[in-house]
């Protein structure tokens, strides 16, 4: 079966600290990736889709940057973090383009 | 905009009673989902229902569809404790990427025992 993890599941940083989150996929090939920020009580934003390797789409201008460099692997990373940057990061998964998707547990960030 | 809005944004009722949220959209869809997500965790895929299709049961989940409304329903029957959650909404768009979804703000459901 397919599992999806995310780490860290909490982060405190500082405003300007670099940032990198993790999500990997498992028990499925090419996977179409996503990562979505949560804002408190609020829904989904995507950030960044990725329908194979090393290919990023961005969905919205921001501090923030997405990389594939393995199938299965989507890393989120910002070199200066600001303190809008604070929110739930979910990271999911799907097999089809517009189809269901499986989300990770999600990292908490807080920046300080 | 957002593609997807449910209503109400919040719904608080008896454990055994029926809970329905809405969802409306504004393009043309392929399909539409519905998600639970509980608090402080990822989302749950629940439903999810074809351009094509009406009305859709899942256990005691109800997923209708209208497409000439361009809306869509959600009926959680007998309702438990265990069923408080945020309930999202999220459409493809047919005609433009559908890569992506996209979700609306949800509905919080608190059912109390």
């Known amino acids: 079966s397919q599992t999806i993890h995310q780490w860290p599941a909490t982060l405190v940083q500082p405003v300007g600290s670099p940032l990198s989150l993790e999500c990997t996929v498992e028990?499925?090939?090419?996977?179409?990736l996503y990562w979505y920020r949560q804002a408190a009580g609020r829904g989904l934003q995507l950030l960044f889709y990725?329908?194979?390797?090393?290919?990023i789409s961005s969905e919205v201008p921001q501090n923030l940057s997405a990389s594939r460099p393995q199938d299965r692997q989507f890393i989120l990373s910002s070199k200066k973090l600001l303190l809008s940057d604070s929110g739930f990061y979910l990271c999911?998964?799907?097999?089809?383009?517009?189809?269901?998707?499986?989300f990770g547990p999600g990292t908490r960030l807080l920046v300080l | 905009s957002q593609q997807g809005e449910e209503d109400p944004q919040a719904l608080s009722i008896q454990e055994g009673e029926n809970a329905t949220m809405n969802c409306s959209y504004k393009?043309?869809?392929?399909?539409l989902q519905w998600y639970r997500q509980n608090s402080g965790r990822g989302l749950v895929h629940l439903i999810l229902?074809?351009?094509?299709?009406r009305e859709k049961h899942s256990g005691r989940l109800r997923v209708t569809l209208d497409t000439s409304k361009k809306s869509s329903s959600l009926l959680i029957t007998a309702s438990r404790a265990a069923d408080t959650a945020s309930y999202f909404c999220?459409?493809?768009?047919?005609?433009?990427?559908?890569?992506?979804?996209?979700f609306g703000k949800g509905t919080l459901l608190t059912v109390n025992p």
């Open positions: 999911a998964w799907s097999a089809l383009a517009g189809e269901t998707q499986y």
């Open positions: 028990g499925t090939s090419n996977p179409n």
């Open positions: 990725s329908v194979g390797i090393g290919q």
């Open positions: 393009t043309s869809i392929n399909n």
């Open positions: 229902i074809r351009s094509n299709e």
């Open positions: 999220a459409t493809d768009n047919s005609g433009g990427s559908n890569y992506k979804l996209t």
